[in-house]
Structures are given as structure tokens and as C-alpha cells.
């Protein structure tokens, strides 16, 4: 079955701590992404990659680290940790940046005390 | 700045259509019109793009305007399970998805 598998589902972590939120596409998709949805504030774009060893920031890159050594996972990494990355986030992967049909994973809620 | 305006929240009765517009009054001609759904907390969900003829998939149809302009996402028969906030998007194919507030539907028994 085609899917996007993000880990954990849910978090609680303490600020500073480093955390690591997996990704993985069992699709063999090039274009990978990560967003935060927030109240208000709706999906908003985090990074992206458009293959391996090529990422770029998005819209709200700020606090946040990203990799891509191998196709099919696209981890998002938070080095430091603050109460204002409270968030759900999602993963997304698609054929390439240019097909719109994307893929996203079930979501990770983040909770940073 | 928005490219899209959708209504804020709609009803729909189960087992009637369900006919969602969008407006999109300065999409350019390269421009696609996408359409994803996002039930509660879930991922968003694709369900459906078109350029400028009308498209028809298992899930839903989309109807675009001659002029562009608008458009119409028809869910056929609507069930509870259809519940959610739909977002039309607009954008070129090398342009990355860009989610507006979209509109909330609910399904009525």
C-alpha cells in the first residue's frame, strides 16, 4: 500500500531538547516536504526536498533541520526545541515538486513544555 | 496573498451532492486548480486537479469555468464519512502547495 509514515504520532518533550521526527515513502517519490499546522494559521511549509542531498526552506524554516541521504526518507529535525514549535506536522511526498498529487502521513503532534 | 476564495463553512444533506466553488478570478493560464480535503487532524488527502476541461475521478468531479475563473468540486453522494475542510489551490506545475483556510463541510444525517 502507497503511504507516507511519519513517527511519533504524538510527543511531549521538554524545551532544548533535541528531537528527530522520522519520515519515510514507500512510493519511490523525489519531492518530499514537511509542514506545521497551527490554528489560524492553517498548513504552512517547513522545507522541502526535491531528491537526494537537495533540500530547501519553505515558508517557516526557522528553528528547524532537515536531510535527505536517501530517497525514501526525509527526516525533520528539531535541534533545539521551544514551546513555539507546539504544533502538528506533517509529511508529504509526491511524484515531483510539479504533480499534485501528494501523499501526507498521519501527522506527528509535537508538545513542547 | 490568497490566490483562491472559498466559503468559510457549508452543509450538505448525506446523500445529496455536495457542490463546493471557488473563486479564482487571477489564475493565469500555466495555472492548475487542485483540489485536497484534510478530516480532522488527518494528512490532507488529494482528490482531484484540472487545467481547463472538467475532470472526473472516483472520488469527486471537478467543474471549471470557460473563462477560468471559478470553480466547482462536486461530490456526487455525499456520506458522513465526506466530512471535512476542502481546499482549492491554485498554482503552476512546479510550484509548491500552498494551503489557504478552505471550507469546512459538514455532512448532515
Known amino acids: 500500500e502507497a503511504q507516507v509514515t511519519q513517527n511519533p504520532r504524538y510527543l511531549i518533550t521538554v524545551t532544548g531538547k533535541k528531537l528527530t521526527v522520522t519520515c519515510s515513502q514507500n512510493?519511490?517519490?523525489?519531492?518530499m516536504s514537511w509542514y506545521r499546522q497551527d490554528p489560524g494559521l492553517g498548513l504552512r511549509q517547513i522545507y522541502y526536498?526535491?531528491?537526494?542531498?537537495?533540500?530547501d526552506k519553505g515558508d517557516v524554516p526557522e528553528g528547524y533541520k532537515v536531510s535527505r541521504k536517501e530517497k525514501r526518507n526525509f527526516p525533520l529535525i528539531l535541534e533545539s526545541p521551544s514551546p513555539n514549535q507546539t504544533s502538528l506536522y506533517f509529511c508529504?511526498?509526491?511524484?515531483?515538486?510539479?504533480?499534485?498529487?501528494?501523499?501526507f502521513g498521519q501527522g506527528t503532534r509535537l508538545t513542547v513544555v | 496573498d490568497a490566490k483562491t476564495t472559498q466559503p468559510t463553512s457549508m452543509d450538505c444533506a448525506e446523500g445529496r451532492a455536495a457542490n463546493l466553488p471557488c473563486n479564482h478570478s487571477?489564475?493565469?493560464?500555466?495555472?492548475?486548480v487542485y483540489w485536497y480535503r484534510q478530516i480532522h487532524s488527518q494528512g490532507p488527502q488529494y482528490i482531484i486537479h484540472?487545467?481547463?476541461n472538467n475532470e472526473t475521478n472516483e472520488m469527486a468531479s471537478l467543474i471549471i469555468t470557460e473563462d477560468r475563473k471559478s470553480s466547482t468540486l462536486i461530490l456526487p453522494h455525499a456520506t458522513l464519512r465526506d466530512t471535512a475542510v476542502y481546499y482549492c489551490?491554485?498554482?503552476?506545475?512546479?510550484?509548491?502547495?500552498?494551503f489557504g483556510k478552505g471550507t469546512r463541510l459538514h455532512i448532515l444525517p
Open positions: 508529504a511526498s509526491s511524484l515531483s515538486q510539479g504533480r499534485p498529487e501528494a501523499f
Open positions: 512510493m519511490n517519490h523525489e519531492y
Open positions: 526536498s526535491m531528491n537526494v542531498e537537495v533540500t
Open positions: 487571477t489564475i493565469s493560464g500555466n495555472e492548475y
Open positions: 484540472g487545467l481547463k
Open positions: 489551490i491554485v498554482g503552476g506545475r512546479d510550484d509548491k502547495i500552498i
